[in-house]
Structures are given as C-alpha cells and as structure tokens.
C-alpha cells in the first residue's frame, strides 16, 4: 500500500527555493519534432516498424513505434536519437 502526503509542509517545500532548484536540475532538452506518424522507421535492431503517435516529455520527443514478429504485432517507446527513417 502507498501513502502520498499532501500536507502543506510538502507544499511549501515543492514551492520553496530548494524544491524548485531540485526541479530545475531534470535534464530538459530543445528536440523538433523530425518524424511523422506513419512513417517507416528501423530502431534499436528493429526493423520495418511504423510510427503511430509522437509526444514530447521533457523537451524530449518520444515515438511509439509498431512491428510485426512472426506475425505477432508489438509495440515499443523509442526516443527520436534512436530511429532512422526508411526510404
């Protein structure tokens, strides 16, 4: 079981200067989108895999790509850095 806290020590502090110095030290980065849905991609040893939705987390652009394996269809994340477009 999981407990949160969300008293105000906890709010105060996520509003605090050292809490917000902790935020600003995540990497964020500049990514352009570079990619369409749709498009043909190999990434990280797969092949042939098609794109189906992009987001950004971070500054980062992500892809969630589709492939087939012996006629199974599987999915993966894979960051922008990673794939290659297919002519």
Same mark, same amino acid.
């Given at each position: 079981?999981?407990?949160?806290?969300?008293?105000?020590?906890?709010k #105060?502090?996520?509003?605090s200067?050292?809490?917000?110095?902790?935020?600003? #030290?995540?990497?964020?980065?500049?990514?352009?989108?570079?990619?369409?849905?749709?498009?043909?991609?190999?990434?990280?040893?797969?092949?042939?895999?098609?794109?189906?939705?992009?987001?950004?987390?971070n500054?980062?652009?992500?892809?969630?790509?589709?492939?087939?394996?012996?006629?199974?269809?599987?999915?993966?994340?894979?960051?922008?850095? #990673?794939?290659?477009?297919?002519?």
């Open positions: 079981m999981f407990n949160f806290d969300n008293t105000k020590a906890i #105060d502090f996520a509003n200067q050292k809490g917000q110095n902790i935020l600003n #030290d995540i990497p964020k980065g500049k990514q352009k989108q570079i990619y369409t849905v749709g498009q043909k991609v190999n990434a990280n040893g797969i092949t042939n895999a098609i794109i189906t939705e992009s987001y950004m987390q500054g980062y652009c992500y892809y969630v790509i589709e492939y087939k394996v012996n006629r199974k269809t599987f999915t993966s994340r894979e960051r922008q850095q #990673d794939l290659q477009l297919l002519a």
